[in-house]
């Protein structure tokens, strides 16, 4: 009896060594499936990561398209009134000296306002240039 005993305890304690064994064999092969998952999940990360940064490098370049069209628009809108004063300035010279109330120094004073105004269209067009060169 004390044979039987003791040969079903040794039993006991050899499966228990057994599954053990089993376990940490069963954890390896648990960590190298997680080292693969992980990975994998990595590569995703960084695949969402340069995916995100190319978005926002997207956004930012469209956003300074769009900036630099709203100055080339400005621009526009400035040379046009520009020519407008000028044209409202020549007007008004031409209709002071058919009337004939205008002096010398008048006529002159108009005179200079159109040519500052003729030098602004000037830089104002050198700089729309620029702006087009660069969109």
Same mark, same amino acid.
């Given at each position: 009896?004390?044979?039987?005993?003791?040969?079903?305890?040794?039993?006991?304690?050899?499966?228990?060594?057994?599954?053990?064994?089993?376990?940490?064999?069963?954890?390896?092969?648990?960590?190298?499936?997680?080292?693969?998952?992980?990975?994998?999940?990595?590569?995703?990360?960084?695949?969402?990561?340069?995916?995100? =940064? %190319? *978005?926002? #490098?997207? $956004?930012?370049? @469209?956003?300074? +398209?769009? !900036?630099? &069209?709203?100055?080339? /628009?400005?621009?526009?809108?400035?040379?046009?009134?520009?020519?407008?004063?000028?044209?409202?300035?020549?007007?008004?010279?031409?209709?002071?000296?058919?009337?004939?109330?205008?002096?010398?120094?008048?006529?002159? =004073? %108009? *005179?200079? #306002?159109? $040519?500052?105004? @003729?030098?602004? +269209?000037? !830089?104002? &067009?050198?700089?729309? /240039?620029?702006?087009?060169?660069?969109?």
């Amino acid at each position: 009896m004390k044979k039987v005993f003791v040969l079903v305890v040794f039993m006991f304690v050899s499966f228990a060594g057994v599954a053990q064994n089993d376990t940490t064999e069963s954890s390896s092969e648990i960590t190298l499936e997680q080292e693969k998952e992980m990975e994998e999940v990595k590569k995703k990360v960084e695949k969402a990561e340069a995916k995100a =940064k %190319k *978005e926002k #490098k997207e $956004a930012a370049e @469209q956003k300074k +398209i769009e !900036k630099l &069209q709203k100055q080339i /628009k400005n621009k526009e809108k400035s040379i046009s009134s520009e020519k407008k004063q000028i044209e409202k300035l020549k007007a008004q010279l031409e209709k002071g000296k058919v009337k004939g109330t205008l002096s010398p120094v008048d006529i002159q =004073k %108009k *005179e200079d #306002k159109i $040519a500052k105004s @003729q030098m602004k +269209i000037m !830089k104002e &067009q050198e700089k729309l /240039k620029k702006l087009n060169r660069k969109l």
